[in-house]
């Protein structure tokens, strides 16, 4: 199934790197996985929270927010919106990237993605992830890396495997 777009998409090299714990995208698939209806999978919806360090977005939370979700649609309601930034700031974070699942494998922004993000900022990166969350967590494995680059939105495209950087809980050997 392919996205509804109109309107180009262009593509452009990331603006710094996006750097989230393993732990923070194993949790939010896990989330998006819980979309579902009577009908079956539905779009799902995760804000993560964190700062930005220079050009670099660092991850430290994610936020699952009240959704009006469907086969084809995901959509957080305003008070859960308010919610997600008040809980960030009460730890000293920002709302600063979101993750969203698409039907199917086509994990580009649909016109309605690019007008429907909460409060975009140049530099704030949009992550989709294909057949309903199970689609993978990286460039490789096929998520969407999208970035809000000088007043729209544009897809890093896949060979920027810097983008994006998973960061295992445990590096180098046992704790």
């Known amino acids: 199934m392919s996205v509804f777009r109109i309107t180009e998409l262009p593509q452009r090299p990331n603006r710094g790197r996006l750097i989230v714990p393993e732990q923070v995208a194993v949790q939010t ?3 998006l996985l819980g979309f579902r209806g009577p009908d079956g999978r539905h779009e799902g919806l995760v804000y993560w929270l964190g700062r930005r360090v220079g050009a670099d977005t660092l991850i430290l939370a994610g936020y699952l927010p009240q959704c009006d ?3 084809q649609h995901v959509l957080a309601n305003d008070s859960d919106i308010g919610e997600a930034v008040r809980t960030a700031r ?3 974070l920002c709302v600063v990237a979101q ?3 698409h039907p199917g494998c086509d994990t580009r922004h649909s016109d309605g993605d690019d007008r429907l993000i909460l409060m975009p900022f140049n530099g704030m990166f949009s992550l989709v992830v294909g057949d309903y969350g199970r689609g993978g967590m990286t460039l490789d494995q096929g998520i969407g890396l999208h970035q809000f ?3 729209r939105w544009v897809q890093v495209p896949a060979e920027c495997r810097e983008a994006l950087c998973v960061v295992p809980t445990v590096m180098g050997g046992l704790l």
Do not use: E, F, L, W
């Open 69 to 71: 979700h469907g086969p």
């Open 90 to 92: 009460s730890v000293g």
């Open 99 to 101: 993750v969203h699942s």
């Open 149 to 151: 680059q000088d007043g």
């Open 29 to 31: 698939k896990v989330a």
